[in-house]
Nanobody
Framework: QVQLVESGGGLVQAGDSLRLSCAAS????????MGWFRQAPGKEREFVTG????????YYADSVKGRFTISRDSAKNTVYLQMNSLKPEDTALYYC?????????????????????WGQGTQVTVSS
């Protein structure tokens, strides 16, 4: 089992920045691929960004490209999501997710069904 705990959400104004953290614990036999998803009220959960198991490949949704940055600190088993130039449409519950398997390499899963473990989410609210 892998446990994921997100933190860092909050209420900010448009244009502000936030950094979300996702701490992983439990049994991991390899470095997982990690992803961030979000779900706004009345909408489906959507992929935001992800980083490969190898750590050298990332992928971003068009809506956040150039504003959000994902990074990982393998020594701390933590993944970060730096969010800059936040917009009201970024308001959502943000989840981190882990894909745990051997030989994931540079693959960045974008389908939520590919992920094995999920955190409880952290709320981000951006006021206009």
């Amino acid at each position: 089992q892998v446990q994921l705990v997100e933190s860092g959400g909050g209420l900010v104004q448009a244009g502000d920045s936030l950094r979300l953290s996702c701490a992983a614990s439990g049994r991991t036999f390899s470095s997982p691929a990690m992803g961030w998803f979000r779900q706004a009220p009345g909408k489906e959960r959507e992929f935001v960004t992800g980083v490969s198991s190898s750590g050298d490949n990332t992928y971003y949704a068009d809506s956040v490209k150039g504003r959000f940055t994902i990074s990982r600190d393998s020594a701390k088993n933590t993944v970060y999501l730096q969010m800059n130039s936040l917009k009201p449409e970024d308001t959502a519950l943000y989840y981190c997710a882990a894909k745990v398997a051997l030989l994931l390499g540079r693959w960045v899963p974008r389908d939520q069904n590919e992920y094995d473990y999920w955190g409880q989410g952290t709320q981000v609210t951006v006021s206009s």
